[in-house]
């Protein structure tokens, strides 16, 4: 008899309103495989996204030859080498033999992506994008994490547990690349989040507070969603030896941004108790939120919650938003627009120019010229937004 778990799991069906991240596209085919299914019937991947933590050592030759050997190695531990991976190999090999300085800019600089501007660029790009996959795991292997776990609890690995296409109501279980975005920021800025108490809106798969919680004390990741939730909450465990040794922790929460309350119902999986609430008004001095704005009421309905939050809390508190501009070609416009990030750009006016005898709140865009951390391409479309709201009484 043929397990219908298996069965699903050979022939996913992706629907046709299905959105899929960029982040997952550039995943070679050959490494997605799932895990398991979730709860509503969805294929669920695991990711390794490395951190690169050191750019020295990642631009020394030593590592540049380990990371060849290494790969070598993955391509080997799956089955026979295919003719397309033996030609990675030997281009990696080529570019590696040109020496470090083909992995530095004018500056010195680590470039760790460049977007192709040529032939050749392009088949680097692919080696370079090539360090970002899925990990194959046995599929119906019970303990398949725990054996992952015991193989990679190194400091540079984020794991991710995260669906490939979603509808767009699921988008929480894919990783988007401002989540990237503003993990690269923060792990730029450690010094600046140490020790501090964070709220993520929308944090979906969790990564951008399980990469804050490695600097942070405590993030509290939150989400609408059971499923959601508990995919969330899974990466957190999957990736407690990132926050571990600097004393961060992850509290993943429902918060709905349609709601004027915190769920405080103790039957709830995800609901806050009062001390929690207590906790995030007074030592909340951080809040974010990667890729929430491509939905009018949904972005109205956040700036409604964080004008809320930010009135509650006891500190000022300085927010950062990542998003990335999705253009679309419109008949009714006949060009190309922007509409869900116009009416980003104009809430985010109707904040900064709010009269309010409580909070004043300024806000900046942030450049985008600090070093990336994480793999993935920083497109022109991706920004990032510093909201400063100060308490005036
Ligand atoms: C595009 S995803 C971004 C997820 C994650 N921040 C990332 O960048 O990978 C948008 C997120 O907003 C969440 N969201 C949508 N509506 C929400 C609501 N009413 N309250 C709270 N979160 C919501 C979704 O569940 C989803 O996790």
């Not at 295919?82 to 033999?97: G, M």
């Not at 046995?138 to 794991?159: H, I, L, P, R, Y």
């Not at 961060?248 to 039957?267: I, M, N, S, Y």
């Amino acid at each position: 008899m043929v397990d219908v778990t298996e069965k699903k799991m050979d022939n996913p069906t992706f629907k046709s309103d299905t959105v899929l991240s960029d982040v997952h596209l550039y995943c070679p085919n050959k490494r997605h495989l799932m895990v398991r299914l979730n709860a509503v019937g969805q294929p669920v991947f695991l990711s390794y996204f490395k951190l690169l933590w050191n750019t020295e050592d990642l631009a020394s030759e030593k590592h540049v030859r380990e990371a060849t050997t290494e790969r070598e190695h993955q391509y080997r531990s799956g089955n026979e080498l295919c003719d397309k991976d033996r030609n990675n190999l030997k281009t990696e090999r080529e570019l590696n033999s040109e020496g470090v300085e083909a992995l530095l800019d004018d500056d010195g600089d680590l470039e760790v992506v460049r977007r192709p501007r040529s032939a050749s660029d392009l088949e680097a790009e692919d080696l370079l994008r090539d360090r970002v996959y899925p990990v194959v795991l046995m599929k119906g292997k019970e303990d398949a994490f725990e054996d992952e776990q015991q193989e990679c609890t190194c400091s540079d690995v984020v794991k991710i547990e995260h669906t490939m296409a979603t509808p767009l109501e699921d988008v929480g279980k894919q990783v988007w690349r401002a989540a990237f975005l503003l993990a690269d920021y923060i792990l730029f800025k450690r010094d600046t989040f140490r020790c501090c108490s964070v709220l993520e809106l929308g944090g979906g798969t969790g990564i951008t507070s399980i990469i804050m919680a490695t600097v942070a004390k405590r993030v509290y990741c939150t989400d609408v969603g059971e499923d959601l939730l508990a995919m969330c909450e899974q990466n957190v465990v999957l990736n407690k030896h990132l926050m571990e040794p600097g004393g961060g922790e992850v509290k993943v929460k429902e918060l709905d941004w349609l709601k004027d309350e915190f769920c405080t119902d103790p039957e709830a999986p995800y609901s806050w108790s009062e001390e929690e609430i207590a906790d995030l008004h007074n030592h909340c001095t951080v809040i974010m939120a990667a890729d929430v704005f491509y939905d009018d009421d949904l972005t109205d309905a956040l700036f409604r919650m964080l004008y809320r939050i930010t009135h509650n809390l006891r500190n000022s508190c300085t927010v950062y938003l990542a998003l990335e501009k999705r253009l679309n070609f419109t008949l009714r416009h006949m060009d190309v627009t922007c509409e869900a990030y116009s009416h980003f750009r104009n809430t985010l006016s109707d904040l900064e120019n709010l009269q309010d005898r409580k909070i004043k709140y300024t806000v900046e865009p942030v450049k985008l010229d600090f070093c990336q951390f994480l793999v993935y391409e920083r497109i022109e479309q991706l920004e990032l937004w510093k909201i400063i709201a100060e308490q005036l009484t």
